[in-house]
């Protein structure tokens, strides 16, 4: 679940600074842990709303980021997902060497001929 509409900063700092003790400014930028930890621990007694002011930027860019790539990404009906797996190659380019066939064991080489005694 996620909003059609870019996350504004002016907005998170509101939402910071009046609801931020229960997490509301985390759960307007999709943070619901965080705002769920928020809200049971009272902004993570207070040190976590404060240090927040500091964060939001970085956590609205962020926000945006996701909705953008969700927007360009998960938006268009492509059906599902199609993962190419390579095969092996059956056939060989007429420049290449036909691969290595082994040949049935013929025994040790032997000599052109016996020696012979006199």
Not at 17 to 30: K, P, S, T
Not at 85 to 111: H, K
């Amino acid at each position: 679940m996620h909003s059609n509409e870019h996350k504004s900063i002016a907005v998170a700092y509101v939402l910071w600074f009046f609801l931020g003790i229960l997490g509301v400014h985390r759960f307007y930028l999709g943070r619901i842990t965080s705002g769920v930890v928020y809200l049971l621990t009272a902004g993570v007694f207070g040190i976590g709303w404060l240090v927040d002011i500091c964060l939001i930027p970085a956590m609205v860019e962020e926000a945006n980021a996701r909705h953008d790539y969700h927007h360009h990404h998960h938006h268009h009906d492509q059906g599902p997902a199609v993962i190419y797996v390579p095969q092996p190659q059956t056939t060989y380019p007429s420049y290449a060497a036909a691969p290595y066939q082994p040949q049935p064991y013929a025994g040790p080489p032997m000599a052109s001929a016996p020696p012979t005694y006199h």
